[in-house]
């Protein structure tokens, strides 16, 4: 029971399981337009040039630059116009000094044309026949062939979350797969003799486990891929079999333990039985949280989670949540949505020790302020009815009433 | 073509479809392990007490509190220890007056008991024997039958998000399936003579499709279902054809129009051919995004987004983004994350037009830098090399550099 002691600050939580973890979980190969919130598993490099050719800006006329120099409303830039470059079509006429061509915004420059005129810097003199008000510069009002990407420049690096711009971005290049990481398993235990399925009603003694579900939903959120393992009751041999399930199903292991120090002794026997190191963190210093159990076996973290839904989804957050990050190969996680607000009330706190204050927000006279609950962390109603959570730092003894505090929405 | 006129401000842009659009698109049940990010369609209450029992947050004893009243390190109380409560078990034991019985965190308390001593402030004096050392309240350690939620009280307000603790609490009470708005369809039409499907090598002129897709990854993250209904030429009764079908399919029918005025003014006449009141607003007074037009047919939103991708993401957030939300009756929209950054070059804009513009974000020395990126909006990459984007509102004539700026990450 020496490990019971080994109680890790807050942010070293993750380290104490990112020495022991493999980089990434591999990659598998998607559709590039259902890659949304994917990561990266390679860097990607554009296969060719975008455009693909030189593109109008505007809707007006193509021209050779040179023939608009020096043109103004007073003397005017007279100029024949040949044909037109239809949008979606190659330019099939080619223009001789003097010459034009009707251009539309997207479409291709006309043969030997350098610029475009916007057709408000232009008057039409007869049906073959306009003025240029204005001299173009070479370039003007064109997008040339491979200004968005060259072929062989990187277009997404590796560990990139993709966004919808990034669809658009590989798609435009023809990139209609991508190769991204497996998203990471999470096999999910429930332990503790009093917990029956949420369908069943629970007897006397009994409760519903809700923890297995919320987990999930968080797995999912960060992109995980959550993995119901079972429920099992406080016996050593039977949550041995089952945590030995998950670690095979999963590459992270996440048991959501009872609340009495039994249980959380038990989650720790059962951790060290599955493989070295073992357990590596009994608590971290952190309120509400404290009784987390670490470690780690064939490679795969295993977290011990609080049963209290309110610590659970503390210690959520500082550990399978960068692990699925970092299993993913995420180089930069997404940002998780905050507002600064004005704190209602005080929030004691202890120096030595990181506290999660569960807040509501609301708005009072065009100010948001954040309102503590104090909630006991054992009552999921204490997380349902917060609008976020507010985190009094390690090094400070508290928060006092009128502060601005940052808090992180849900 | 007066409605050409009709340019509106950004902040009236959704209020003018707003005005004729249907509260919501209707509810369906879902099962609630699987309802994150759904809205909810009713108010959810209680169907019962939670917790059903009163439950010890400690492991130690139930005892009768007055039992303990006056016990101090120097004169202990003694009880008698007459069994124990297991977890998941009901209370076969009741206390005498004088008596204890050992619990366990989350455990039912022995009958007749009204607090728990927690087991560090007891001392074994034999096997049925124990020291209590300090007195405890009625209550004390005890979280009471309904103290979470009490039955026939509002659990989930009607038109709430669900967040993952929002399941667990569902989950507690039983309430395994709910009651929330179907997902509002969003039927995608892409217009253009230039297109061609992702997958297909383009001639010259032409170029791949991908405002489709990065529309319909858009519209997942706001909760939508992107339909494709397809992509058609520049061609009026092709088009009306197509717009006929996505007003069936859609709640929402979203045009991603070509970049020319003629193809504009196309979407324009397809909107009108719809249905009454047909084409409601011809421009928002916004950078980059102006040509947008917005319409309205059989009740539902019709929005023709700008050909150029970095428009259309900016047009999408301030029409579609809110159309979403508005027909999943959703009442408090997620947050969307934001940072602050420090602005690294002047952006210049024009009194009485919103800019938007895309930034890059870096860490100097411990500041988080914003770097704009002043990218033609018609080049996916822009969007694609942005972190995310900073707003300069409709009344300022530009954003110095060195100015703080909020960020909203992408």
Chains 1, 2 share one sequence.
Do not use: W
């Amino acid at each position: 029971m020496s490990e019971f002691f080994k109680v890790v600050a807050p942010d070293q939580a993750f380290q104490v399981l990112k020495k022991h973890m493999p980089a990434t979980v591999g990659a598998e190969m998607v559709d590039t337009a259902g890659a949304l919130g994917r990561v990266t598993a390679e860097e990607i490099t554009s296969p060719e040039d975008l455009p693909a050719f030189a593109r109008s800006t505007m809707d007006g006329y193509s021209v050779r630059a040179q023939d608009t120099f020096g043109a103004s409303e007073g003397m005017p830039a007279y100029l024949e116009v040949v044909g037109e470059v239809p949008m979606g079509k190659a330019a099939e006429v080619s223009l001789a000094t003097g010459q034009a061509a009707v251009a539309y915004t997207g479409g291709m420059l006309a043969g030997s044309a350098d610029a475009v005129v916007m057709v408000e810097r232009t008057q039409k003199v007869d049906e073959r026949t306009i003025e240029v008000l204005r001299p173009v510069a070479p370039g003007e009002n064109v997008v040339q062939s491979g200004e968005d990407v060259r072929r062989g420049d990187p277009v997404l690096p590796k560990g990139q979350v993709i966004r919808p711009q990034d669809i658009g971005g590989a798609l435009a290049l023809g990139l209609t797969t991508l190769k991204v990481s497996r998203k990471p398993r999470v096999a999910i235990v429930s332990t503790g003799d009093e917990l029956v399925a949420p369908h069943q009603r629970p007897g006397p003694g009994q409760i519903r486990d809700i923890n297995t579900y919320t987990i999930s939903g968080l797995v999912s959120s960060c992109g995980g891929l959550p993995i119901h393992v079972g429920r099992v009751e406080d016996d050593f041999e039977a949550q041995k079999s089952v945590a030995a399930e998950a670690l095979d199903m999963g590459d992270i292991v996440v048991f959501s333990a009872g609340s009495s120090v039994s249980s959380r002794d038990l989650t720790a026997s059962v951790f060290d039985s599955l493989g070295d190191p073992g357990v590596l963190a009994h608590g971290i210093a952190i309120k509400p949280g404290k009784p987390t159990v670490m470690g780690m076996a064939d490679g795969k973290p295993l977290i011990g989670l609080p049963g209290n839904p309110v610590s659970a989804m503390v210690v959520f957050d500082i550990t399978v949540r960068p692990a699925i990050y970092h299993l993913s190969g995420c180089v930069r996680p997404p940002t998780l949505p905050t507002t600064t607000a004005t704190l209602t009330r005080d929030i004691p706190s202890q120096a030595g020790r990181e506290d999660y204050v569960q807040v509501r927000l609301s708005e009072q006279d065009g100010t948001l302020e954040a309102e503590p609950i104090f909630g006991k962390s054992n009552l999921i109603y204490t997380l349902v009815r917060a609008d976020g959570v507010v985190r009094v730092p390690l090094e400070k003894g508290g928060i006092y009433a009128g502060e601005e505090v940052s808090v992180r929405v849900y």
